[in-house]
């Protein structure tokens, strides 16, 4: 039954991207209408910012679309079908020729996760043996569930930069076709919710604003959180950036220039990000 239940959720998958491309025609938009898109695990943190911004802007309506992924969003800005996009990775150098300029939001910590009850704590050996299933147990011997992502998400490119050994750890998974893949950040949240002994990687930002109920595990016996990043006890971190045209619009400029000032650096603080304008203080 489970095996079926994620074929389901592939098929349910399917139908979400029909629909996204619906939501992304070219529709007639109220001219202080601003539209986001991007990655899923931002798009929490975007809506809070953009309740926050209420005030200052309070003639722009944003409407924040379901995730498109970090490429997905910029290419729906190139298309003129979003306003800015968000992503969890740099602009390319191809991107960057075409006149997209990216601004650093704020970096969070990538967490593993679990629905597991808590406290829990594995070491970095510990992760790689149970994304590659040499370990595929929890201390009490029950069984651990991995969730995986897509081979080309953005935060396992920072996860096989920075963790050794989970290049090839996610690679021996990936062989393994009973293991789920998650092909949203909300899917990989909510999968993980529902599944017994789950494991799996996911941004603190967006654990804080989704599924602030699964079991945040920690690493080496430190927490993932903004204040172990800056004093450098916890290595594992991941960039949030806000992507816009040459051709930005007025309500665009604005909404930018409040996510970038200390009015919404504290709204990030409170969510788990340390806002770039921090970043200074990182080692």
Known sequence: MLLTYFDRLRVHSTMTVVWLLVLLAPLPAAADTLTIGGSGAVLSTIRLLADAAADTLPDVTVRVLPSLGSTGGIRALQDSHVDLAVTSRPLTDDERATGLRSFHLADTPIAFVSSRSGPLDVSADRVVELFAQICNHWPDGTPVRIILRPEQESLYRRLATDLPGFAEAIASAYRRPEIPIAATDQENVNLARMVFGSFTAATLAQV????????????????????????????????????????????????????????????????????????????
């Open 208 to 283: 804080m604003t989704e599924a602030p109920d699964l079991t945040i595990v920690s690493l080496d016996g430190v927490a993932p959180s903004a204040e172990h990043i800056v004093d450098g006890r916890y290595p594992l971190a991941m960039p949030f950036f806000l992507v816009a045209s040459p051709q930005a619009s007025e309500p665009a400029r604005r909404f930018l220039d409040f996510v970038l000032s200390s009015d919404a650096a504290s709204v990030l603080a409170g969510v788990g990000q340390i806002p770039a304008g921090d970043r200074a203080a990182l080692p």
